[in-house]
């Protein structure tokens, strides 16, 4: 059973058109939700970290919200530069901090 | 400063061969993760070690095997390598064993043929 699902699988938006990507998780007792953005042919980079309900953070035009049940990862007035794999990770509580990772959200900022 | 380091950055090798894949964390960074990642999918986890012992280990069999070694570099070696196999292998290394903000290598390329 998938803990993480992440939608859409791909999105196509225009340069300045602000938009939201989804992460929901299944796991109870959530130990942390990460956010990592992923160029292709390139390991992925770290954005953040969420570890409780209600809890957002930001970084330029990128902003990560945490609920019970899923995480939105906003992108307001995006550019070209934001194209890329956006993937979310789940820990779940236990003796191993093993982070399971969604498919991913694949964007492309049009000019 | 350095980021994590992978080496080699691309390989092929034929099935049933050995295949061994490096890994340099960050400075200070104690804990090593591999991740297996095929195209379209997120990465799957395949093992942690911190301090130089394996914390966690991914549903892979035992054809997969890693070790760390006392600079906190890692290894990991895949045996009778199959068609499946090929990937990409991203390392990450965070600085404790909790992994709550990794950083990953730009990975290796493997091709099984």
């Known amino acids: 059973e998938d803990q993480v699902t992440q939608s859409p699988e791909a999105l196509r938006l225009q340069e300045g058109e602000s938009s939201s990507l989804n992460c929901s998780y299944t796991?109870?007792?959530?130990?942390?939700l990460f956010w990592y953005r992923q160029d292709p042919g390139k390991g992925p980079e770290f954005l953040f970290t969420l570890y409780s309900a209600g809890e957002e953070k930001e970084k330029e035009r990128l902003k990560a919200t945490l609920t019970k049940k899923e995480s939105f990862l906003h992108i307001t007035a995006p550019k070209p530069e934001d194209s890329a794999t956006y993937l979310c990770?789940?820990?779940?509580?236990?003796?191993?901090?093993?982070?399971?990772f969604g498919r991913g959200t694949s964007l492309i900022v049009h000019p | 400063d350095a980021g994590v380091t992978q080496s080699p950055t691309h390989l092929i090798k034929t099935r049933g061969q050995h295949v061994t894949l490096r890994c340099s964390p960050i400075s200070g960074h104690k804990s090593v993760s591999w991740y297996q990642q095929v195209l379209g999918q997120g990465p799957q986890f395949i093992f942690q070690y911190y301090e130089k012992e394996e914390r966690g280990r991914g549903n892979f069999p035992d054809r997969f095997s890693a070790r760390q070694f006392p600079n906190y570099s890692s290894e990991l070696n895949v045996n009778a390598l199959l068609l499946g196999d090929s990937a990409l292998y991203l390392c990450a290394s965070s600085p404790g064993q909790q992994n709550t903000e990794a950083f990953f290598g730009q990975g290796t390329r493997l091709t099984v043929v």
């Open positions: 990770a789940v820990q779940a509580p236990g003796g191993s901090y093993i982070p399971t």
């Open positions: 796991v109870s007792g959530l130990r942390g």
